[in-house]
């Protein structure tokens, strides 16, 4: 399905009832809207593990704009800010209010966006895998930790200056190591890199020259969010190291924070460790 949103086409699924019966009543779920990273991948990355939670809430992936099956727009617009507005603009063209909103790796930049620009809006958040202030050299040693040598260079060179040629490489030798499991095995391919939509231009547009994620900085802005804030990190992380996390739980209200730390799970905590990552979502989405 599609809506327009600020004059891009989105697209979007739905799963799970909004209404559900209760005796002689309806009873409203809350919405899990669900930020997927990249950017230029989908919301492909969530299927079908979070299908889990269509029992407790009513779940809306999408694809942000230039990103999987929505509409490319002017590369302008790849910001951000707009990244950031279109999720309370999503929510206002579905009606959604109050919503949940998850947001892992680059969708949790977006998550802070739409969070500081719209701090009323939500009504928890949960930011995965993620960082406020990015920390080029922490995430090159953190590589080197955990992949060895050749990974640190090839992480360097490819951050440093992408070019379409490094990137390349970069998805060979150091993506794999995203995740716990498939460190192990360097030269597996995930599946999500099988199924999703790959826009590698938005990509190379975010992380080229324009370098918004060099750039950006929520970590003031994190201190207007006024909603439960769930913050999940594995410490087996290259590219988003722990201490990326453990910034954004310094500078969130002390008193909304709840930080969970998955000691044997890398990027991807939800596949590295499901059951309790799931687990403590739920919880979270479930807390009054």
Known sequence: ????????????????????????????????VLLHGGPGADH??????????????????YDHRGNGRSELGDPANWTLD????DVKSLCDALGIEKPIVYGAS?????AQAYATRHPGHPSKLILTSTAARYDFPQMYEAFGRIGGAVAQQVATTYWSEPTPERRQKYFEVCVPLYSARTALMPAARPDWMMRAVIRNDVAMHFNGPNNEQGRMDFRTGLARIVCPTLIIAGERDPIMPMAFSETIATCLPPHLVRFEKFADAGHGVVPDAPER????????ILAA
């Open 82 to 85: 707009q990244w950031g507005d």
């Open 277 to 284: 990552a799931m687990a403590v979502i739920r919880d979270f």
């Open 1 to 32: 399905m599609f809506v327009t949103v600020d004059s891009a086409r989105l697209y979007f699924d739905v799963e799970g009832a909004g209404l559900v019966t209760d005796g002689q009543s309806m009873r409203a779920k809350p919405t899990l």
């Open 44 to 61: 492909s990355i969530y299927k079908p593990t979070f299908s889990a939670l269509s029992d407790i809430a009513q779940i809306i992936y």
């Open 106 to 110: 680059f969708g949790g930049y977006v």
